[in-house]
């Protein structure tokens, strides 16, 4: 309880907070709005569509680990700041050519990647600047809160969307987005606490710097097993997801509605571990909560093949496993954060999150392709069972590292060396 009432009387953490979730809620209205907006408004072809969800996430491939470099030069909070303002002019500015009638699928092209580009900054900054505004022992309970946002922005936010695109159009549900950027914007202005000076070094090539990150992450045992994992459960979880939305439609003959319910039920579940996350990490050891959840958000994923049948039987399965993962991954988004986080010197922690991203978001753009590949190859049924298994052995990682052998994140120092021996384990 010490901890809890001790990030609640952080009042500039509250303002970070309060503000993220506005956000975070307004950027899921857009995941749905602004496809829609080429869909219903422009009416574009199949093929422009695809190009504009590529553009959207392209940023995240070609410039996090540039902007993870550039963040761990400057202050954070600026960088959110001028992020935020012009996330906010460029979604903006859809409703008002929609309504002056001159909205094109170009202009829309470059809203996504410019978005993007601008979401790239608002990630990699804010896990960045997290610890500036936290006491070290409420690293965990900040991260808890930010993650239940998340969670709950995921579950509630494109029913939010659905609504507001009915009564607003698609262009006209933006407006929602824009404003939350400006919420946000606020949020950051209001915070008082002077954000500690940058630890200069010796001016070097940007490319120099980048790879040094990428040598501190892929180096480190913990924060390499983590990308490990991470890399291998998004390739085989697109993969099956790929597989999984078209199967089904096809062959469990599930409707828009209930699919959705079933994908949203990962996100409930992963509300609700993101609150149980910091119970846990109290209860057990550090290091057996991290790979016992790890297990638990991946193995129930082996069930999803066994919804063979339309039908409730197959629903009540599919539900039983998104949520029982998501609970998994709820807690372990917490946990694994807070020691990144905390393995990481604030010098380094720019380049660290851009690391993640980049490796996220790559690994998320082969699953898909893989997917649609072995479901093209293979057929709908046996993809979702290469991708359940894959997901599965995705903890590996974490078994064979010293991960296990942790009791608490003060066993470890800011460059990842273990320092106390753990019999925990």
Do not use: C
Not at 161 to 168: A, E, T
Request: proline share 5%.
């Amino acid at each position: 309880m010490k901890a809890r009432r001790s990030i609640l009387g952080n009042h500039e953490f509250l303002k970070l907070w309060a503000g993220e979730t506005v956000s975070l809620f307004g950027s899921e209205v857009t995941l749905l709005a602004l496809p829609l907006a080429a869909v219903l408004t422009l009416h574009v072809s199949a093929v422009q569509l695809g190009v504009l969800n590529a553009a959207k996430f392209a940023p995240f491939l070609l410039l996090s680990l540039p902007a993870g470099a550039w963040l761990d030069r400057a202050r954070r909070r600026p960088v959110l700041i001028v992020a935020n303002i012009g996330s906010a002019v460029v979604i903006g500015s859809v409703p008002i050519l929609a309504a002056l009638g001159v909205l094109n699928i170009g202009y829309l092209i470059a809203v996504a990647f410019l978005s993007g580009a601008f979401a790239v900054f608002l990630h990699v900054g804010f896990w960045s600047y997290v610890p500036s505004l936290v006491e070290a022992d409420d690293l965990m309970d900040a991260n808890s809160k930010v993650y239940a946002s998340s969670s709950a922005a995921a579950a509630g936010g494109p029913g939010l969307g659905g609504i507001l695109v009915q009564l607003l159009t698609p262009p006209g549900a933006l407006l929602v987005d824009a404003g939350s950027f400006v919420v946000a914007t606020t949020s950051l202005l209001s915070i008082r606490r002077r954000e500690p000076l940058v630890e200069r070094e010796p001016a070097r090539r940007l490319r120099a710097e980048v790879r040094e990150g990428l040598s501190f992450v892929f180096g480190n045992p913990y924060l390499r097993a983590f990308a490990g994992e991470a890399a291998t459960f998004n390739i085989f979880m697109n993969s099956m997801m790929t597989a999984f939305l078209v199967y089904s439609v096809r062959e469990l003959d599930m409707s828009a509605g209930v699919l959705g319910a079933v994908i949203a039920s990962g996100a409930v579940g992963t509300l609700l571990g993101s609150l149980v996350a910091r119970r846990i990490e109290r209860r057990f050891a550090l290091g057996r909560a991290i790979l016992w959840s790890m297990f638990l958000g991946t193995w129930p994923f082996l069930l999803v093949p066994l919804a063979s049948q339309p039908g409730v039987a197959s629903l009540v399965i599919l539900v039983i496993a998104f949520l029982t993962s998501g609970i998994g991954i709820g807690v372990v988004v917490v946990l694994v954060v807070t020691l990144r986080q905390s393995v990481t010197p604030d010098r380094m922690m720019g380049r660290m999150n851009a690391s993640y991203r980049f490796v996220v978001f790559g690994s998320i753009a082969l699953g898909a392709v893989l997917g649609g590949g072995l479901a093209s190859m293979l057929g709908l049924h046996p993809t979702l069972v290469i991708g359940a298994v894959g997901i599965a052995i995705a903890p590996i990682w974490i078994v064979l590292s010293p991960i296990g052998r942790l009791r608490t994140v003060d066993d470890v120092s800011p460059r990842g060396v273990e320092l106390v021996p753990s019999a925990a384990a």
